[in-house]
C-alpha cells in the first residue's frame, strides 16, 4: 500500500495530525491497576473472576441439585404397594402387546396359499352353518 504523500514532510502548509491521548490511560487509577495486575501475573497469582456473592449463590445452586437426585433416589426406592402392583400389571400388558405383535409378524409372514387355505375353511364351515340353521 502506498504511502500517502503528506507524509514525507515537503509540504509545509499542511497541518499535521497528532496523535490522541486517551484519558482513561492516562489517569492514575488505571495506571496503578494495570501495574497490580502486571505483578500479579509475574508472580503468578490471578485475580478472582468470580464476586464473592456469585460464588455463593453457585454453591447453593450444585447442593439445591445434590439434594434434589438424593430425593430422588430415595424415592423410586420407597415404592408403596400399589406402585409395586401397578408396575407388575403394567409389565404384563406390554408381555401381551409384545405377543400380539409377534403372532401378527407370523401371521405377514405366511406363504400366500396358507392364508387361502385357512379362508376356503373358513368359507366352508360358514356354508356348513348356514345349511344347518335353515
Known amino acids: 500500500m502506498a504511502e500517502p504523500d503528506y507524509l514525507d514532510g515537503d509540504c509545509d502548509e499542511l497541518i499535521k495530525p497528532k496523535k490522541l491521548i486517551n484519558p482513561v490511560k492516562n489517569s492514575r487509577n488505571h495506571q496503578d491497576l494495570h501495574r497490580e495486575l502486571a ?4 508472580r503468578g497469582l490471578a485475580p478472582q473472576n468470580k464476586p464473592e456473592l456469585q460464588k455463593v449463590l453457585e454453591k447453593r445452586k450444585r447442593e439445591q441439585i445434590i439434594k434434589a437426585q438424593k430425593e430422588e433416589q430415595e424415592a423410586h426406592k420407597k415404592r408403596s404397594d400399589l406402585e409395586i402392583e401397578l408396575m407388575k400389571r403394567q409389565q404384563k400388558l406390554e408381555q401381551l402387546e409384545r ?3 409377534k403372532i401378527e409378524e407370523e401371521q405377514e409372514n ?5 392364508k ?5 375353511r373358513r368359507t ?3 356354508a356348513d352353518g348356514e345349511t344347518q340353521t335353515t
Not at 110 to 114: G, I, K, Q
Not at 116 to 120: D, E, G, I, V
Open 110 to 114: 405366511t406363504p400366500e396359499f396358507v
Open 39 to 42: 505483578m500479579n501475573q509475574k
Open 99 to 101: 405377543e400380539q405383535q
Open 116 to 120: 387361502m387355505k385357512s379362508n376356503l
Open 124 to 126: 366352508k364351515q360358514d
